[in-house]
């Protein structure tokens, strides 16, 4: 490069990330904000390999007289037999597999980095792993062969009553309000009546959300809600971004916003949601996000599970031979439909 004279900013300053106070653009997210916390269950777990006790449901409510003669003892009489009458269980196993994705940083780059380069991709790396955890509960949960028969239908053609797609739901029509009530029934008689309504999510993409909200079922039901300044401003809860409101039919709505990349490394970048737009799930998520350890006191009916061995274990080290510095995060759980009697997957609902 030949000399010259100073003259203009250009070359009498050398450019560097001070100029904007070593300003980062990253859209690292919070782990925390994450869908899948609203809706899946996680039971901490002291072994990668085990067993749940599964019963068949049926003894709690079982009526076979109107009258009740068969329960009735007479006096002078000997008692009622109740030979075959306990409950069946049967062991069920989950296999926990684990999870690993990091990152190696040269010395020299983390050492002359105008940023906290090391702590920025143990975030990137947690928000990997949430992903991905986001990507297994979602194939798990709109995978319709791992549903009861009677826990999945296709709308229209499955559900009696349900003419159209939610999307082009009409007032008069009611389709999303009928396919909800038509799935909470097939739940609580599946269930015996033993989940609650609000222990109930209905689980949407963000792409079903949004053509769900201009269908006229729902505009017209916001039109008669007090909340409808809030869920048309946005601040009525997640699902107010979508213009959604927070419940429909007493049910909570759960907008499953995770993004994936699919395409590879230096390709041309492609994303999608890990949520299928067509497939809205009603799923019951009782108690709170993670589950006492004891079995028994575990939630009964939460449809998806997910046994936790080792969660979210961010490691760091420095290679000293190699002056490198290699990160991961580590995750050891299984994804396990424990109750899918407590779930309904509704096909086709989106057009």
Known sequence: MPATYPGGAPNTFVPSTEATNNMVVDFSRNIQSFAINEYIQIVPVSKSVGLYTSMTIEEAGRIQDASANDDHWADGDDAPDNRSRNEGFEFLPYQCKRYARGFRIGELAAEQASWEILAQHARIYSQHAMTRRSQLAATLLQTA????????????????????????????????????????????????GGVNLEDFRLVISPGAARKMSVSQEIIDYLKQSPDSLKVIEGKLGPASAYRLPQYI??????????????????????????????????????????????????????????????????????????RVHKGRVVENYAMVGTAFSAAFLFTTAIA
């Open 145 to 192: 062969a791992n549903y009861p028969t009677a826990n999945t239908a296709a709308v229209p053609g499955g559900i009696s009553g349900v003419t159209g797609t939610w999307d082009v739901s009409t007032t008069a029509r009611m389709d999303i309000k009928r396919s909800i009530d038509f799935g909470l029934d097939v739940i609580r008689r599946a269930t015996l």
């Open 249 to 322: 039919n007493g049910v909570k709505v759960v907008v499953e916003d995770a993004v994936k990349v699919t395409s590879a490394k230096g390709a041309t970048r492609a994303t999608s949601y890990v949520f299928e737009d067509a497939k809205p799930v009603l799923i019951c998520r009782p108690g709170g996000l993670v589950a006492a350890a004891d079995s028994n006191t575990a939630p009964r009916f939460s449809a998806a599970t997910c046994f936790m061995k080792e969660e979210m274990s961010v490691e760091e080290m420095y290679d000293v031979n190699n």
